[in-house]
């Protein structure tokens, strides 16, 4: 029975870590489509969330990146 338990916990963490994935990924192309449509404002709160609510993932460093070539292109 722990076992069990113990497998039902992983797969669990390993679903919320792939919707980790996901949501960083749709709120940055959703951040990159606002930037397209030269509204800077919004994406730039976009790349600020993904900063906030997804720390590791790789889309963090991106928007940090694309944060501070917005702040420079003022």
Do not use: W
């Not at 990159?32 to 889309?59: G, R």
Request: with cysteine.
């Amino acid at each position: 029975m722990k076992h069990v338990i113990l497998t039902f916990l992983f797969v669990i963490a390993l679903g919320l870590l792939s919707c980790t994935e996901n949501g960083a990924k749709e709120m940055f192309e959703t951040a990159q489509f606002e930037e397209q449509q030269n509204n800077q404002v919004h994406a730039k709160q976009l790349y600020e969330a993904i900063i906030k609510d997804y720390p590791n993932s790789e889309y963090a460093k991106e928007a940090s990146e694309r944060l501070d070539q917005l702040s420079q292109s003022k």
